[in-house]
């Protein structure tokens, strides 16, 4: 049974001590080099026997950040109680006709931070803050679907937007145009980084938030749910001196998690690792990264150009756009450059036909490209509350299981806020450029064509999201939803 925490923030954080649960016996962390006689002050203040259990720095911090959600957030605005959870802050707000003719912003300040607490609690990536003409809706984004969690008067919408507006440092005077900017804070000792958006609707201006954790950007390959094979040949590509490995799919689907994962493996301070990106997402020690900036002529094309008269070993681009990035991305791994990047396709083979169509020539994406990777994210089931079902005739066909083999569908309990899922995994395809395929690239063949003699073993997307769902993994309507671009004899139908 968990309990709120009752060891004050500032002496957990300093001494290394978080409380992890309580029940009658009090289970604490410990973090790894801390001091144990802090021990004894955390004994006292929680009046209870208590139960050590040592963790990581990495572990001690997430687990700090989850406690004290709330009350260590730290940046532009003011400390805030979020003891009441969000309905708490909104009572806290006075009816719209006192609060707009009152100076006193706080419980706007409140709100838009235990927005963000919140949005870190249930691992939100967005934050959507949407106008309309009856109410302002907020919504977040978790495990890649929207959920609503706030309806509020209209009228709380200048206010809120202004608000977000100070705190990213942009104009709040200009209601016509776009903006952008950026948020840096920290929770629980966790930095973030929030990009925000806006966008002149009809009901108001939108605001988007993507919160931004430092701390992804330290995965590592292997836990990105890579199966052997493809991890196997995504580090082959990646320990070539020369060559395009490239990344695909759609917004949203990790492809800028996967390439930073590849970069931490080759960043040994051996190699000139610099990247062109927009924007810049994660800050990596040991590699130099560049963000484009359009309005004065840094684009992709412009960046890279730059970047390789820089002296790298290694170059990536965050996304290929235009025919003049891909050209000199190809020119660049011709001169002994390993080039990693990202191209927006539903699978793998298409990128080929992308760039094709883009105007590079076949013969130099034949000699240049090493692997394509192709990948989607698919919620995880929660462990707590998942319900076992024998698989009945159609699904077993569906899956490619025995009819009868024990399936799993979501259930919905606390731990995953009665939705029935937890996190998301990787799935992934893979397509090695080997003479046959170079072949075919040079002879310009089709995208089937190269996909059938790609995929002539199997490992397609759907197989993996298919094995995701006999293992427990997920779910079949999860597998379905997000393998659902592909055609219909690529996905067991």
Do not use: W
């Not at 106008?131 to 978790?142: K, S, T, Y």
């Not at 395009?244 to 040994?268: C, E, F, H, Q, R």
């Not at 799993?408 to 395809?429: K, W």
């Amino acid at each position: 049974m968990s309990t709120p925490a009752v060891l004050a923030y500032p002496f957990a954080k300093t001494c290394g001590v978080v409380l992890l649960d309580f029940d009658g016996v009090a289970r604490v962390g410990l973090r790894e080099g801390a001091d144990p006689a802090a021990l004894i002050e955390a004994r006292r203040a929680l009046g209870a026997p208590i139960q050590v259990q040592h963790l990581s720095r990495a572990e001690f911090e997430r687990r700090l950040s989850e406690a004290y959600a709330g009350e260590g957030l730290s940046g532009p605005g003011d400390d805030f109680d979020m003891s009441g959870g969000l309905e708490g802050l909104v009572e806290d707000i006075p009816v719209a006709a006192d609060l707009l003719e009152t100076q006193d912003d706080a419980p706007i300040i409140r709100l838009i931070n235990g927005l963000i607490a919140e949005a870190v609690r249930v691992g939100a990536s967005d934050v959507h803050i949407e106008p309309f003409e009856q109410a302002l809706v907020v919504r977040l984004r978790v495990d890649g679907v929207m959920r609503e969690v706030l309806s509020l008067s209209q009228r709380l919408a200048p206010l809120l937007v202004s608000r977000v507006k100070v705190m990213a440092r942009l104009d709040i005077a200009e209601k016509r145009l776009p903006q952008d900017g950026r948020i840096s804070l920290s929770l629980g000792g966790r930095a973030l980084d929030v990009r925000v958006s806006t966008l002149p609707a009809r009901a108001g201006e939108r605001v988007v938030m993507r919160i931004l954790d430092q701390a992804q950007a330290g995965l590592r390959l292997e836990q990105l749910g890579m199966a052997p094979d493809v991890l196997q040949l995504f580090r082959g590509a990646l320990s070539e001196p020369n060559g395009i490995v490239l990344v695909t799919g759609p917004t949203g689907s990790g492809k800028t998690t996967t390439l930073y994962a590849g970069l931490s493996l080759l960043n040994d301070t051996s190699r000139n690792i610099l990247t062109i990106e927009d924007p810049v997402e994660y800050a990596i020690a040991g590699i130099g990264q560049t963000q484009v900036n359009p309005k004065v002529g840094m684009t992709f094309a412009a960046g890279l150009r730059a970047i390789l008269r820089q002296d790298p070993d290694v170059v990536m681009v965050g996304e290929i756009r235009d025919v003049e990035t891909a050209q000199i991305a190809v020119q660049a791994s011709l001169t002994g450059h390993l080039v990693l990047s990202t191209v927006h396709t539903n699978d793998a083979a298409g990128a080929i036909t992308r760039l094709r169509d883009m105007g590079v020539e076949p013969f130099l994406l034949a000699s240049t490209v090493r692997v394509i990777l192709a990948q989607r994210l698919v919620r995880r089931l929660c462990p707590s509350c998942r319900r076992p079902q024998p698989a009945d005739a159609s699904t077993a066909r569906l899956v490619g299981v025995p009819c009868g083999h024990v399936l799993h569908r979501a259930g919905g309990c606390a731990s995953c806020s009665h939705t029935g899922y937890v996190g998301r995994i990787g799935v992934y395809e893979a397509v090695r450029i080997d003479d046959r395929i170079r072949r075919l690239i040079g002879e310009n063949a089709d995208e089937d064509a190269i996909a059938a003699a790609a995929f002539e073993q199997g490992g397609r997307l759907s197989e993996a999201a298919r094995r995701y769902v006999a293992e427990g993994i997920t779910t079949v309507e999860e597998a379905i939803r997000v393998t659902r671009q592909e055609a219909p004899d690529h996905v067991g139908v």
